[in-house]
């Protein structure tokens, strides 16, 4: 039988971050673990995503998820086996998803967790491709961007976890054309492999200069998740009634001013451009029919992406910190 | 028996502006009319359009619609009567609408006129409220903003022809409150006097604090007529899954550099905010239930609109320059 532990090792918010976090910024602490109320459960964790929003969540800002504070636990998504359970709802032995990452163990509501299969899939898979990671992309192209069948379709950040599933779930809709920038000649090469129909690597070449040459004729969508002069070459780049989903922005997230919003964005006037930003949690009704589609494009080989593993608990500001600096390829996860 | 002139006088774009207009920039000539070809007809322009948007057109850039070409005549929205007719389907005396003002006669096929009932409304409305005006204001809340009842919407350029518009069509479509922006004291009343619920002078009041001030709980739709510091102030207060109509950028015009974008455009994302250009053009087919409707407002008195009218030909330049200025309370026309 697991021992049942009585503490937990957690990571906590030490200080907020001015531009690009540190590991001062972060601290590992011991802590007791409560006795389970009835309804609730022991998870040890196995593996927890690392995403570039929780930097966001770091300032003292009022926005979509309410900021860190200080010196408490950092949280986001995990995979963990139930080790004791006081709810008839989830047993023992079960492996679950639910959102108190960046600790060894967590307490929680038997009704805040959702069973997994860990035989069908990897567990970091449900953090991935078929859990919020997979969600993102497709609801990006889908609900957010209106993708129709033949469309000329451009993804920035190609080689991070999303971007990676926005390239291949693109082509598995009908996409003409899928094109990505990446930070790297590694990185480009890779996208091509998984399905990227082009890909140039950004701090090479001018986004506008990389766009012009894989896409003479303009493109149709944009899968924003750089922001930056990604977002305004892309705006030069669309044709009429072109999309813009906007998932993220990733180049401006360390900044500690204000940045610029593109120079160009009355273009969206006469092009009838329409840029819609979005958060996968607003979404939701969507995850059903996800996970439908992606459990059969896994299936088919159509959709697959890279996992970049760090291991122990100690690791996790540090992944956090090399994710900001783009030094991920895929999805990148710690495990516990 | 009408004279048929053989000459007509046109404002020609002598120069492109640098910046704001000057009188420089147009020239008042002369030019023989050739004769009619079968299927043309002979114009007398009535009254003409004066629009924002033809500043964007004296730049030689490529855009929506073709630059205006230096020492060609301008051109813009008019009605007049038809004078001689070489077409079975167009009548001598018949008013018609059509897209050669800046002119004081006009050769044109007759398939490119349309016959309007100067009897029913006086031939200036069909160039506002019953024209393009109108349905731009129709067609940015509706397809465009996709406002619903209940709706709490902001306008900028409210006294402008779209804003008036927009703002009455706002409420007879069931919105809860209408807030508008205007350039002074006495246009802030007039607003008011048709149907804003609420309304500031941007020029005494920031445009961030007049909007708390009028909707503390945030605004669900903006009918963006004036871009810049609006925009931004409009995309704080917007709230989840809120919609910016982009209908124009007047105070953008005559930048002569790039002008930096919303530096709060990020917000999107976590609000879930959709932003969407347009021009009425791409909505042609909406024209016809748009003057439907129109039609019911303009004769239940809750659609109405102010004109302001300057006198001959030789004025229409500076009518522009003034609209520019903001001169003009809504509709802003030169009757030749």
Known sequence: MTEIPTTTRQIVLASRPTGAPTSDNFRLETVDLPELDEGQVLVRNEVMSVDPYMRGRMN????????????????????????????????????????????????????????VDTDAAPASRYLGLLGLTGLTAYVGLTAVAEMRE???????????????????????????????SAGSANKVARVLELGYDEAFDYKETPVRDGLR?????????????????????????LTTFGRVAMCGAISQYN????????????????????????????????????????TGWLADGLLTGDETFRDGIDAAPLAFMDLLDGANTGKMLVRL
Not at 217 to 236: K, M, P, Q, R, S
């Open 213 to 237: 040459a894989a896409a003479p004729d303009g493109i149709d969508v944009y899968f924003d998740n750089v922001g930056g002069d990604h977002l305004e070459a892309a705006i030069d780049s």
């Open 150 to 180: 033949g469309d000329t379709v451009f993804v920035s950040g190609a080689a991070g976890a999303v971007g990676q599933a926005a390239g291949q779930i693109a082509k598995a809709l009908g996409a003409e054309k899928v094109i990505g």
């Open 60 to 115: 003292d800002v009022k926005s979509y998820v309410p900021p860190f504070q200080v010196d408490a636990p950092l949280d986001g998504g995990a995979v963990g086996e139930v080790i004791a359970s006081r709810s008839d709802d989830v047993a023992v032995g079960q492996h679950v998803l639910h959102g108190a990452g960046w600790r060894e163990h967590a307490v929680l509501p038997a009704r805040s967790v959702r069973a």
């Open 255 to 294: 900044a500690t001013g204000a940045a610029a919003g593109p120079s160009n964005l009355f273009q969206a006037i006469g092009k009838g451009l329409t840029l819609r930003g979005f958060i996968v949690g607003q979404y939701d009704h969507l995850a059903e029919e996800y996970r439908a589609r992606a």
